[in-house]
């Protein structure tokens, strides 16, 4: 059994939002085309307290995209972005929720950053994405969504140290690429750890 697993596909991460991926709206289309190929599909949702440790206003005299010690993890600063109940952090209004079976919210810690849709970036808690695949008899999970330098990557190397077959549909993914081709590593080092990196066309 394959799942569809959507990260991030949140107004934030759209041009215009306050986490703009490039690009980040033309993935839409895409999804919507690959979601009635599957039987079981969830969303993760990067949902934020105000006062998460994440973005940048929350450390006086930084700014976002700079880099930090977190409680000995390295911690990217954002902007805020995907705050729990607003605007920024509902789904993209193009994209079809409805066949979403269920939703995954991930960074509700305001301690701790958690790119993955499986366990926060310090593997401390889960969020009971891959239990839940598990009781369902899911043994293979393709990924799409945003973005692929952070989030998505993350997912897909978690889920592949979970024990899942893991399928990356590289167009339908997009990445923030602070630096140039950040999106071209995320790739390679995904496909290194066993990721296979398709197409839409051949799901
Ligand atoms: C993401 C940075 C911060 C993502 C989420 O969805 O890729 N990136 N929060
Ligand atoms: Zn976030």
Redesign the pocket.
């Known amino acids: 059994m394959t799942a569809l697993v959507l ?2 596909i949140q107004n934030d ?1 759209l041009p215009g939002g306050a ?1 703009a991926v490039p690009e980040g709206d033309q993935i839409i289309p895409i999804v919507n085309s690959l979601l009635p190929r599957f039987e079981l599909i969830v969303a993760t949702q ?1 949902w934020h307290p105000p006062g998460h440790a ?1 973005f940048a206003a929350n450390h006086p005299g930084r700014k976002p995209y700079e880099q930090i010690d977190l409680d000995g993890l390295p911690q ?1 600063l ?1 902007p805020v ?2 705050v729990q109940n607003t605007g920024g952090a509902l789904f993209a209004p193009g994209l079809d929720t409805r066949r979403v079976d269920r939703v995954f919210p991930k ?1 509700t810690d305001p301690r701790i ?1 958690s ?1 993955s849709g499986l366990f926060d970036n310090g593997h401390r808690q889960s969020t009971g994405l891959a239990e839940w695949l598990r009781e369902r008899g899911v043994s293979d999970i393709d990924v799409v969504g ?2 692929t330098d ?3 990557k993350f997912t897909a190397l978690d889920a592949v140290q979970e024990g899942f077959r893991v399928h990356l549909i590289e167009d339908a993914c997009r990445g ?1 690429n602070l630096a140039p081709d950040d999106t071209g590593r995320a790739l390679d080092q995904m496909r290194q750890a066993g990721v296979r990196v398709i197409r839409s066309g051949s799901v």
Do not use: I, Q, R
């Open positions: 990260v991030d991460f986490l990067d994440s990217t954002w972005h995907c960074g950053d790119y945003l973005a952070y989030c998505v923030v």
